[in-house]
């Protein structure tokens, strides 16, 4: 439900509730959003992240982002503050270290956050993109009537999140659910994390990109971006359609290891890779009913993300959510 219409806002319902304020924080841009208690987003801005930029330099885009939303007339309204950003991060001490921002290290981004002026005191509540696509999921989208799930975002990296007994299961630090880092290839390549032969080194769209060229795929023209090999694999080439198996054999490796742990009874995929659909989906389902295959595992359903790229303010929202009932659960500062 929006509050605007035709650029004119009516803020006399909103007004009478209180909203949360959402920062999302990538690689590409940065987006700033409000949003109801039901996690409807009533209005959303965004600027592109200097990722290659110093550490001053991207703070002052998120200030950028929260003086537009403070301008809002349903500015007002905010009780709280939730923000999702690209990891690691440490929601213990308020910190991020994205591997696509390389001059944040540690960076006090919560506390940074909540010295800014509009947000004025207001309780802030930090945690990773994967986390809040999780949390989205949950509130608003695939994973809504499930207990139990296990919510995947498969990009250029392969993040995750858990959902166990209803409820956001973080982790002391709030990385619970890394499912990209865990290895499901014991003799794989080398990982950046320091590992070998983890999730995200096949199943990302790096990765199908890179299976595919080995395979003997050629793109058209200059676009090597995993959606060209999911068109490529929708044609039948070889190489596309085994890039595409690939991946969908690690990613259920990873789902099926998950479900035996802490018994989830669905995964929800979303991500850039996702929009490949039954490319990625079919073998996907296909593996999974063989990895999964002990009783409590075998009921496991997959589906795809039903938020797209609203749930990285819809998560970062629903990560402030418990501030509004109790609102020293994160100081911020």
């Given at each position: 439900?929006?509050?605007?219409?035709?650029?004119?806002?009516?803020?006399?319902?909103?007004?009478?509730?209180?909203?949360?304020?959402?920062?999302?924080?990538?690689?590409?841009?940065?987006?700033?959003?409000?949003?109801?208690?039901?996690?409807?987003?009533?209005?959303?801005?965004?600027?592109?992240?200097?990722?290659?930029?110093?550490?001053?330099?991207?703070?002052?885009?998120?200030?950028?982002?929260?003086?537009?939303?403070?301008?809002?007339?349903?500015?007002?309204?905010?009780?709280?503050?939730?923000?999702?950003?690209?990891?690691?991060?440490?929601?213990?001490?308020?910190?991020?270290?994205?591997?696509?921002?390389?001059?944040?290290?540690?960076?006090?981004?919560?506390?940074?956050?909540?010295?800014?002026?509009?947000?004025?005191?207001?309780?802030?509540?930090?945690?990773?993109?994967?986390?809040?696509?999780?949390?989205?999921?949950?509130?608003?989208?695939?994973?809504?009537?499930?207990?139990?799930?296990?919510?995947?975002?498969?990009?250029?990296?392969?993040?995750?999140?858990?959902?166990?007994?209803?409820?956001?299961?973080?982790?002391?630090?709030?990385?619970?659910?890394?499912?990209?880092?865990?290895?499901?290839?014991?003799?794989?390549?080398?990982?950046?994390?320091?590992?070998?032969?983890?999730?995200?080194?096949?199943?990302?769209?790096?990765?199908?990109?890179?299976?595919?060229?080995?395979g003997g795929w050629q793109p058209a023209g200059h676009d090597t971006?995993?959606?060209?090999?999911?068109?490529?694999?929708?044609?039948?080439?070889?190489?596309?359609?085994?890039?595409?198996?690939?991946?969908?054999?690690?990613?259920?490796?990873?789902?099926?290891?998950?479900?035996?742990?802490?018994?989830?009874?669905?995964?929800?995929?979303?991500?850039?890779?996702?929009?490949?659909?039954?490319?990625?989906?079919?073998?996907?389902?296909?593996?999974?009913?063989?990895?999964?295959?002990?009783?409590?595992?075998?009921?496991?359903?997959?589906?795809?993300?039903?938020?797209?790229?609203?749930?990285?303010?819809?998560?970062?929202?629903?990560?402030?959510?418990?501030?509004?009932?109790?609102?020293?659960?994160?100081?911020?500062?």
């Open positions: 439900m929006s509050y605007e219409l035709a650029g004119v806002v009516d803020s006399r319902h909103a007004l009478a509730h209180p909203l949360l304020a959402a920062v999302d924080v990538g690689g590409t841009k940065i987006a700033g959003g409000l949003a109801d208690r039901d996690g409807g987003l009533l209005h959303q801005v965004q600027l592109p992240t200097p990722a290659r930029g110093g550490a001053r330099e991207v703070m002052a885009v998120v200030d950028q982002v929260l003086d537009l939303l403070a301008r809002h007339p349903l500015w007002a309204s905010v009780r709280a503050v939730g923000i999702g950003s690209a990891g690691p991060v440490d929601i213990q001490a308020g910190t991020v270290s994205p591997v696509n921002i390389p001059a944040w290290r540690g960076f006090p981004l919560r506390s940074e956050v909540a010295a800014h002026p509009a947000v004025d005191g207001l309780p802030v509540a930090l945690g990773g993109d994967a986390v809040a696509m999780t949390a989205a999921e949950h509130w608003r989208g695939a994973a809504r009537d499930h207990r139990n799930a296990l919510c995947l975002v498969v990009s250029t990296g392969v993040g995750a999140g858990l959902i166990i007994d209803g409820s956001l299961h973080t982790g002391p630090s709030g990385n619970a659910g890394h499912l990209g880092h865990i290895s499901v290839d014991l003799d794989g390549r080398p990982c950046p994390c320091g590992s070998r032969g983890c999730l995200e080194g096949l199943a990302s769209g790096t990765a199908i990109t890179r299976t595919a060229l080995e971006s995993a959606g060209a090999v999911a068109t490529a694999a929708r044609a039948g080439h070889p190489a596309a359609r085994h890039a595409y198996d690939r991946a969908a054999q690690a990613l259920a490796a990873g789902i099926a290891a998950t479900a035996t742990l802490v018994e989830i009874d669905t995964a929800v995929v979303g991500g850039g890779v996702a929009k490949a659909g039954d490319v990625l989906f079919d073998p996907l389902r296909r593996h999974l009913a063989t990895y999964a295959a002990l009783p409590f595992a075998a009921h496991l359903t997959v589906t795809p993300a039903l938020l797209g790229t609203d749930a990285g303010l819809i998560g970062a929202a629903a990560l402030a959510l418990p501030l509004l009932a109790s609102p020293t659960a994160v100081a911020g500062r």
